[in-house]
Nanobody
Framework: QVQLIEPGGGLVQDGGSLRLACTAS?????MGWFRQPPGKERGFVAG????????LYITSVEGRFTISNDSATNTLYLQMDTLRPEDTAMYYC????????????????????WGQGTQVTVSS
């Protein structure tokens, strides 16, 4: 069982920044960040392939969010800049052993391990 631990999150003003971190008990997995706004389904935000060569973002966060993976500490990061109220959600990290090493998982079904989630709230 892969364990994913997510400290971080919090309350920030419109235009502010936050960095999320997710420490994994494994390495060399494809990793991703998802978010679930209140009353909505969980959706893909950003992902990175197991070999680190490929990253993908949803359009609404491209240029504002940066995903990275520190293989030395097995820690996945999501740097979030220029935050907007519509970024408010519960954020989850996820790991996948299912997909090819050069692929990025973009749906929940691509992932088989999940963190407990951390709340991000952006006030206007």
């Amino acid at each position: 069982q892969v364990q994913l631990i997510e400290p971080g999150g919090g309350l920030v003003q419109d235009g502010g920044s936050l960095r999320l971190a997710c420490t994994a008990s494994i390495n060399n997995y494809a990793m991703g960040w998802f978010r679930q706004p209140p009353g909505k389904e969980r959706g893909f935000v950003a992902g990175i392939s197991a070999n680190g060569a490929s990253v993908l973002y949803i359009t609404s966060v491209e240029g504002r969010f940066t995903i990275s993976n520190d293989s030395a500490t097995n820690t996945l990061y999501l740097q979030m800049d220029t935050l907007r109220p519509e970024d408010t959600a519960m954020y989850y990290c996820a790991a996948s052993a299912k997909i090819a090493r050069d692929a990025v998982g973009v749906v929940t079904g691509h992932y088989d391990s999940w963190g407990q989630g951390t709340q991000v709230t952006v006030s206007s």
